[in-house]
C-alpha cells in the first residue's frame, strides 16, 4: 500500500516555505496530494483555479506530488484519497496551538487519521501568505519568498490595484 498524505492550505500564494515542506514530505511518502482549499471565507487573492495551477506549476519536478482541491471536511477528503496523514507546517510556536486543535478534532472525527507536523528550513520561518501578498501589493520584491511563477503571477493580478491606487 502506498503510503499517501494530504497536504492542504489555502495556498494564497504558495510560498517557498509551503514548498519547502513539500519537498520534504515528498521524500517520507510515496505520495503527496497537495490540496488547494476552497475557502471562500478568506477571500482570497487568487481564485481556487489560479491557486491550483500556481501549485501545480510549482511541484510539476516532483514525480510523487499531485495537486488537488477540495471543498469538503479535510478528513472526508483525506479519506476519499485513501491517505494516512495529513501534513501541517509549523512556523512558529504560535502556529502549534491552533494546528494542534485541528490535529486533535480530526483525530476525533476519524481516528485512522494521523497528523504529522514539519517545519519549515529556519530561512522561511517567517513567511506567511499574508505577508508575502503584503509586500507584493506594496511593490517590494517578494522574489525570494515566492516559487517565480508566483512572483509574476502577482505582479500581474496587483499591478492593475497598484495603478488605480497611485491615480487616487
Same mark, same amino acid.
Given at each position: 500500500?502506498?503510503?499517501t =498524505?494530504?497536504?492542504?492550505?489555502?495556498?494564497?500564494?504558495?510560498?517557498?516555505?509551503?514548498?519547502?515542506v513539500?519537498?520534504?514530505? =515528498?521524500? @517520507?511518502?510515496?505520495?503527496?496530494?497537495?490540496?488547494?482549499?476552497? !475557502?471562500?471565507?478568506?477571500? +482570497?487573492?487568487?481564485?481556487?483555479?489560479?491557486?491550483?495551477?500556481?501549485?501545480k506549476?510549482?511541484?510539476?519536478? @516532483?514525480? !510523487?506530488?499531485?495537486?488537488?482541491?477540495?471543498?469538503?471536511?479535510l478528513?472526508?477528503?483525506?479519506?476519499?484519497?485513501?491517505?494516512?496523514?495529513?501534513?501541517?507546517?509549523?512556523?512558529a510556536?504560535?502556529?502549534?496551538?491552533?494546528?494542534?486543535?485541528?490535529?486533535?478534532?480530526?483525530?476525533?472525527?476519524?481516528?485512522? &487519521?494521523?497528523?504529522?507536523?514539519?517545519?519549515?528550513?529556519?530561512?522561511?520561518?517567517?513567511?506567511?501568505?499574508? &505577508?508575502?501578498?503584503?509586500?507584493?501589493?506594496?511593490?517590494?520584491?517578494?522574489s525570494?519568498?515566492?516559487? +517565480? !511563477?508566483v512572483?509574476?503571477?502577482?505582479?500581474?493580478?496587483?499591478?492593475?490595484?497598484?495603478?488605480?491606487?497611485?491615480?487616487?
Amino acid at each position: 500500500m502506498k503510503r499517501t =498524505a494530504i497536504y492542504p492550505g489555502s495556498f494564497d500564494p504558495l510560498t517557498n516555505g509551503h514548498l519547502d515542506v513539500i519537498q520534504r514530505a =515528498a521524500k @517520507l511518502f510515496d505520495r503527496v496530494i497537495v490540496a488547494v482549499a476552497k !475557502n471562500e471565507g478568506k477571500r +482570497p487573492l487568487f481564485t481556487l483555479a489560479e491557486r491550483v495551477a500556481l501549485v501545480k506549476s510549482a511541484v510539476a519536478k @516532483l514525480p !510523487n506530488v499531485e495537486t488537488d482541491s477540495f471543498s469538503t471536511l479535510l478528513v472526508e477528503y483525506v479519506a476519499s484519497c485513501q491517505a494516512q496523514a495529513i501534513v501541517r507546517g509549523l512556523r512558529a510556536v504560535s502556529d502549534f496551538e491552533f494546528e494542534f486543535q485541528l490535529a486533535l478534532m480530526n483525530r476525533k472525527l476519524d481516528e485512522k &487519521i494521523e497528523t504529522i507536523f514539519m517545519m519549515p528550513k529556519d530561512t522561511y520561518t517567517f513567511l506567511s501568505s499574508r &505577508i508575502v501578498k503584503e509586500i507584493a501589493r506594496l511593490g517590494g520584491d517578494v522574489s525570494s519568498f515566492v516559487p +517565480p !511563477n508566483v512572483q509574476v503571477a502577482l505582479g500581474k493580478k496587483l499591478e492593475p490595484r497598484r495603478l488605480s491606487s497611485a491615480k487616487k
